[in-house]
């Protein structure tokens, strides 16, 4: 299954969500401590972005993630890698706790107004995901976006239909399949985030994956 995420006709002016990144491990809710799931991702830069851009994009993607209580680690990632041990840690595959992204000029065969595409079986795994970078410019120049900003929403879209699962689009949030200036306007930026529901599912699951390595291990040891 493909996931598309696209660009509507109408102006689009990215916003930075403003959101509380003081603690990343662990987070407070109600006065109580609050564990973060955690998530690796491999970025692979085929586009060419500047190193700037791409890590203000992660930091932003990063925020949106923090507030549904996911620590995400981004792997900058090089072909060929500079190191055999960076070679490695790029290339793990272990779904849904290490994902990779990849970054391009432009689609092959999608509509040239799409951003962005995840990759899914029937069953709604996938660890892949394209974004792609011209249309993005295209909008920087036209509506003066902030193309970091614009990158980094771009990339928490299609993370989250990976993490989601298949008819993952909402009618609300970040899970939008399009977004107009409208909701990214200063008003309703706060609203460009995963909603609770979705939070949950993605925190459940990345938290469950990691126990059942845990048991895994602890079983391995004990042999």
Same mark, same amino acid.
């Given at each position: 299954?493909?996931?598309?995420t ?5 102006p ?6 403003l959101?509380?990144? =003081?603690l ?11 564990e973060?799931?955690p998530?690796?991702? +491999?970025v ?7 190193g700037?851009v791409? %890590?203000?994009a992660?930091a932003?993607?990063s925020?949106?993630?923090?507030r549904?209580?996911?620590?995400v680690?981004?792997?900058n990632c090089?072909?060929p890698?500079a =190191?055999?041990?960076? +070679?490695?840690a790029?290339? *793990?595959?272990a ?7 990849? @970054?391009?000029?432009?689609?092959? &065969?999608?509509n040239?107004e799409?951003?962005g /595409?995840s990759?899914q079986?029937e069953? &709604? @795994?996938?660890? #892949?995901?394209d974004?792609?970078y011209?249309?993005?410019? *295209?909008?920087e120049? =036209?509506d003066?976006?902030?193309i970091?900003?614009l990158?980094?929403? /771009? ?7 990976? #993490? #989601? ?10 899970m ?7 909701e990214l306007? %200063?008003?309703?930026a706060?609203r460009m985030?995963f909603?609770?529901?979705? =939070?949950?599912?993605?925190k459940?699951r990345?938290l469950?994956?990691?126990?059942? +390595?845990?048991?895994v291990?602890?079983?391995? +040891?004990r042999?």
């Amino acid at each position: 299954m493909i996931t598309k995420t696209f660009s509507s006709g109408v102006p689009f002016v990215a916003l930075l969500v403003l959101l509380d990144t =003081s603690l990343w491990g662990r987070g407070t809710k109600n006065g109580l401590t609050e564990e973060k799931a955690p998530l690796t991702v +491999s970025v692979y830069n085929e586009a060419g972005v500047p190193g700037e851009v791409l %890590s203000r994009a992660e930091a932003a993607a990063s925020r949106i993630f923090q507030r549904a209580g996911i620590a995400v680690t981004w792997l900058n990632c090089e072909v060929p890698a500079a =190191s055999e041990q960076a +070679s490695r840690a790029c290339g *793990e595959v272990a779904f849904p706790k290490h994902l990779h992204l990849r @970054i391009v000029r432009k689609s092959a &065969g999608l509509n040239g107004e799409a951003m962005g /595409v995840s990759f899914q079986g029937e069953d &709604g @795994i996938g660890y #892949l995901a394209d974004l792609f970078y011209e249309p993005m410019e *295209e909008l920087e120049r =036209s509506d003066r976006t902030d193309i970091a900003d614009l990158l980094g929403h /771009v990339a928490a879209h299609e993370l989250g239909h990976l #993490l #989601l699962g298949t008819n993952s689009h909402a009618v609300a949030g970040i899970m939008r399949a399009r977004w107009t200036a409208d909701e990214l306007t %200063s008003a309703e930026a706060a609203r460009m985030v995963f909603l609770d529901q979705e =939070s949950q599912k993605m925190k459940e699951r990345l938290l469950e994956t990691r126990e059942a +390595s845990g048991r895994v291990e602890d079983l391995t +040891s004990r042999l």
